[in-house]
């Protein structure tokens, strides 16, 4: 009985253990590697950059035949990004969202809100680009779920 208990006790705990620190995951055998992208400012150099960086790690996973999952995050300055009106990279992101499946763009909703009562108007955001609630919260979310940080 004391065995069992044990054994019991054992594999709950596992499962506790792998529900709070998931290993990476893997989809038919494959590793996926997580990447959180974070950009902060309004610099074309930066975003390009972390552009260039997507694209990087998109051709290095896929040549080794490996899949990546990237979330770039943009919050603060770097929110002109996604705003058709001010982005430097608008047309990168247009190609790139029909490019990759395994791209998503996040639109921190906290400078959304601040930016717009600036402007005295909604701002608008791309349409590649999802409102998240919160930036910062976003990227400690996915590093969270295992996702490896980048800043460029």
Request: with cysteine.
């Amino acid at each position: 009985m004391k065995i069992k208990l044990s054994a019991i006790f054992a594999a709950v705990l596992g499962l506790f253990v792998m529900a709070i620190n998931p290993p990476t995951a893997v989809v038919a055998g494959e590793k996926v590697h997580k990447i959180a992208v974070h950009v902060d400012q309004n610099d074309p150099q930066v975003m390009n950059m972390a552009l260039n960086n997507v694209v990087n790690l998109n051709k290095y996973y896929a040549s080794k035949g490996e899949k990546a999952v990237i979330e770039v995050v943009a919050y603060g300055p770097g929110l002109h990004m996604f705003r058709p009106d001010t982005s430097p990279v608008k047309a990168r992101i247009e190609k790139m969202g029909l490019e990759f499946d395994n791209l998503k763009f996040s639109a921190c909703g906290n400078t959304h809100r601040k930016m717009s009562a600036k402007a005295g108007k909604k701002i608008e955001i791309m349409s590649e680009a999802q409102m998240v609630p919160s930036g910062v919260v976003q990227l400690v979310d996915l590093q969270e779920k295992g996702y490896s940080y980048l800043r460029p």
